[in-house]
């Protein structure tokens, strides 16, 4: 009769699996197939075997017993662990509430430290503004002293006509000036402004007039002169050029006067005139004026060239100041040109070659450049295509690496070669250019007339016994020409 105790306890496999791996047994009785049928059957085979029957069913009470014990054992201990987990549990929740207040209280005294630090930088930050503004200020009034006191001074020197240190006080003037360029509007900045303007104009004003009194009376030469380029060179690059080109006018006028329009000498076949009055004007330069202006200003050569401007005028009035264009002496034109052409070699020779900027051709070069690349790359390109670790590849890729590195040494030698010219060539005789056609017209009428008379007086026979068969026309003909 079965009954609910009878019932077997079954387990799934993946269980029994890890019940045998944690408690591992080889006893028969604890395999989860057990059959007490089976192990009955093998240990009481036959009637003789059940004299033992007791015992076994003793043994296995015993283990019955013992297992009960366990059993219970394993119960209690469990039921003290879950107590003990409980305990431990509370324990652990408390630690971590201790620490999560712990982690507050280290939060909030590092956003309090944060505070500080920011109050902190924000107050060094403060004084570094200060420390600026104020080196700022101090300097700014330093240099305000010193641009009220060269003001000063500078308008005692212009009074005095002392140039050279004009000259320097107001260099340092203008570089103060600009300092405080941004504080025009500043009522004291804009007064400062208004008397060095006034102190500048009446500088202008003095230079005109000392220069003018020199020209006058050249042999009242004294220091306040010499000095007064120190002025002229602070006054700034327009005032300078608009005053050497005043100068060289006045220093003109008496060759305006000489060869005017009006005066017999400004005829062409007295050009050779004008051109000995420049060197004796060159001459008087250097012994009179060159002391007044620096090498570097290269003043003779500004006055060459206005000479060479004045004289272009006259030359081109003169041939166009008249009724017929074809009223102009050929031989004196061509005279003229001559002298003309000698004398502006004399000129570039006196004074040598001169330094001029290069011109900017990079844009050729770079068109160069792109043209020979192009050009390489494509033989480059056609062997890179049969096989690029060939010989041949290897080679053309060399040869135009090689073209590139001999084009840029070349490109870089050029740029720091100063390039030298000899001055006033064709700077005058190009006056002349507009006229030449009349030379040309004269030089075939009277080589047509040649021609005519030779074709006209030859016979047109030829000696048979003479080894050079010629025309009696060709040797005066050869004659002719050279």
């Known amino acids: 009769m079965n009954t609910e105790s009878d019932k077997t306890l079954n387990f799934s496999p993946a269980l029994q699996a890890a019940i045998l791996e944690i408690v591992p047994s080889s006893d028969p009785i604890d395999d989860p197939s057990f059959s007490p049928v089976d192990w009955i059957n093998v240990n009481f085979p036959t009637e003789q075997s059940l004299v033992d029957l007791d015992a076994a069913i003793q043994k296995i009470k015993i283990k019955i017993a013992r297992t009960d014990e366990e059993t219970l054992r394993a119960v209690r201990e469990q039921i003290a662990a879950g107590t003990r987990g409980r305990q431990e549990l509370a324990d652990s929740k408390k630690a971590i509430q201790e620490l999560f207040s712990k982690i507050n209280d280290i939060k909030v005294k ?8 920011t109050e902190i930088c924000r107050d060094i930050k403060q004084l570094d503004f200060a420390k600026r503004n104020l080196t700022t200020t101090i300097t700014a009034i330093k240099r305000l002293h010193m641009l009220v006191t060269a003001t000063d001074q500078l308008k005692s020197m212009t009074s005095k006509r002392e140039y050279r ?26 007064e400062i402004n208004t008397d060095v303007d006034a102190i500048r104009k009446n500088l202008q004003d003095q230079i005109e007039e000392d220069y003018a009194n020199y020209v006058e009376r050249p042999s009242m030469t004294s220091d306040t002169i010499t000095e007064a380029y120190w002025v002229v060179e602070a006054l700034g690059k327009q005032f300078k ?17 000489q060869f005017s329009v009006m005066e017999e000498s400004s005829a062409l076949e007295y050009v050779d005139r004008r051109f000995a009055w420049l060197k004796r004007f ?8 060159a002391k007044l202006f620096p090498a570097n200003w290269k ?21 166009d100041d008249r009724r017929k ?7 004196k034109l061509m005279d003229a040109l001559k002298k003309t052409l000698a004398f502006e070699k004399d000129l570039g020779e006196w004074f040598g070659p001169q330094i001029v900027e290069t011109p900017d051709d990079s844009d050729q070069n770079d068109e160069d450049e792109a043209e020979d690349a192009a050009g390489s790359d494509e033989e480059l390109n056609a062997e890179a295509l049969a096989n690029p670790h060939s010989a041949a590849a290897i ?19 050029k740029k720091n070669e100063p390039r030298y010219i000899l001055p006033f060539k064709n700077a005058l005789a190009t006056v002349f250019e507009p006229y030449l056609d009349l030379y040309i017209r004269r030089e075939d009428a009277k080589i047509k007339a040649v021609l005519d008379k030779a074709i006209a007086e030859e016979t047109w026979t030829v000696d048979d016994d003479e080894s050079n068969k010629v025309l009696i026309s060709s040797t005066d003909l050869i004659y002719y020409f050279q």
């Open 299 to 319: 003043f003779d050569m500004l006055l060459c060239e206005d000479f060479i401007a004045q004289t272009k005028s006259h030359l081109m009035i003169h041939m």
């Open 395 to 413: 080679k053309a890729r060399w040869k135009k690496f090689q073209r590139d590195r001999e084009r840029k040494a070349l490109k870089e030698q």
């Open 325 to 331: 264009r074809d009223d102009l002496d050929v031989d």
């Open 165 to 190: 240190q004009a000259g320097q006080l107001l260099e340092a003037v203008n570089q103060l000036s600009e300092y405080f360029s941004e504080y025009n509007k500043v009522p004291k900045i804009a």
């Open 282 to 289: 060159l001459k008087t330069y250097n012994e009179q004026h």
């Open 241 to 257: 050029n608009k005053f050497l080109s005043s100068f060289s006018r006045k220093l003109l006028a008496d060759y305006n006067r």
């Open 110 to 117: 590092a956003e309090k430290s944060e505070r500080m630090v």
